[in-house]
């Protein structure tokens, strides 16, 4: 099972970018769906978090500017970034929680990341 992200890039200051992120293998079921990200020197942190139900929960340094959402049928999992900032450079990464078959073992799976950079 892996995640595959898309849509980084570069933009400028209030501009918008929206990126996604595919599960693909053997899946019985993918609970949790998150996106985090990491700028230069400092630590991961939480970005949004979107349950198997569509419930979400933000960073606050994000909420009213970015929106998660996900499309069960897809396994897939987007982040709509708007009014972006130059602190929102960062690597982002998604994360999924994943019922994997043939066994039905749980699985924390990360993605490999995807560059945003924010700048005039």
């Known amino acids: 099972v892996q995640l595959v992200e898309s849509g980084g890039g570069l933009v400028q200051p209030g501009g918008s970018l929206r990126l996604s992120c595919a599960a693909f293998?053997?899946?019985?079921?993918?609970?949790?769906m998150c996106w985090y990200r990491q700028a230069r020197g400092k630590e991961r942190e939480l970005v949004a978090t979107?349950?198997?139900?569509?419930?979400?929960n933000y960073a606050d340094n994000v909420k009213g500017r970015f929106t998660i959402s996900r499309d069960n049928a897809k396994n897939t999992v987007y982040l709509q970034m708007n009014s972006l900032k130059p602190e929102d450079t960062a690597v982002y990464y998604c994360?999924?929680?994943?019922?994997?078959?043939?066994?039905?073992?749980?699985?924390?799976?990360w993605g490999q990341g995807t560059q945003v950079t924010v700048s005039s």
């Open positions: 979107i349950s198997k139900g569509g419930s979400t």
């Open positions: 293998g053997r899946i019985f079921s993918i609970i949790g």
């Open positions: 994360n999924a929680g994943i019922t994997v078959l043939p066994d039905f073992w749980y699985l924390e799976v």
